[in-house]
């Protein structure tokens, strides 16, 4: 009984242990996604934002402004956040996340037809938005709900949606997750990729005029 003790105490802190010996080490890469998407080719990372020939090199790198240990590279990259504004943009990475769970299951259910979840991709949601003025135009696709829960969107109005409810402000007429706003400045997602790219082109030039910003989200 004491031995199986002993064990459940120390496994967290052996886990523990071998994270931070991995996230330690500068070199390190995540083998898992390498192995997975790039068929055993190195991904490397670059510090640099530059545009590149895919054609040139065998995979495309991964910029970073943090290194391994999460410290700034570049000290001039450095945001400067205070503890209370990190934590406010946790929380709400953690919330999309539980809405996420929920809505997912919820289509594996048959309660709603149709979801995509946002999985991997909540920090660029909140990190782009809180860069943004609340007014600034917003073109997304619908993995991007992060943007409208930072801008005050909230949970109860994204579920409405995703039903189709009379509580939805498009009163069912989209299909789930294709999310708009138009007191969030968040133009209604478009079902087919990419189709917005250029509208979000012409949004910008005009906004330009007005020295005002204009954002698309496309992954």
């Known amino acids: 009984m004491l031995s199986c003790l002993s064990k459940r105490i120390a496994l967290p802190f052996q886990i523990t242990k071998a994270f931070l010996t991995t996230v330690e080490s ?31 090199m065998p995979t495309i790198p991964i910029y970073r402004v943090t290194d391994s240990t999460g410290k700034f590279i570049d000290s001039a990259q450095d945001p400067n ?26 289509q594996r259910q048959g309660r709603i037809s149709f979801y995509m979840t946002n999985s991997g991709e909540e920090a660029t949601h909140f990190g782009s938005a809180a860069a943004l003025q609340d007014d600034d135009l917003v073109y997304a696709q619908y993995r991007e709900a992060g943007v409208l829960l930072w801008r005050g969107f909230t949970v109860d109005s994204c579920m409405d949606q995703c039903y189709g409810n009379a509580r939805d402000l498009e ?15 968040f133009v209604s997602i478009s079902s087919p990729l990419g189709t917005q790219i250029s509208q979000a082109v012409g949004s910008a030039y005009a906004y330009k005029r007005y020295f005002r910003c204009s954002s698309h989200h496309f992954s």
Do not use: N
């Open 26 to 56: 500068d070199s390190f890469r995540v083998h898992e996604f390498t192995e997975k998407y790039f068929h055993h080719r190195k991904a490397q990372f670059t510090e640099t934002m530059s545009f590149i020939d895919p054609q040139q």
């Open 171 to 185: 009163k069912g007429k989209q299909m789930p997750v294709h999310y708009g706003s138009l007191e969030h400045h």
């Open 81 to 106: 956040l205070d503890k209370e504004y990190a934590i406010k943009v946790y929380k709400k990475m953690l919330l999309l996340e539980s809405m996420d769970k929920i809505l997912y299951d919820s």
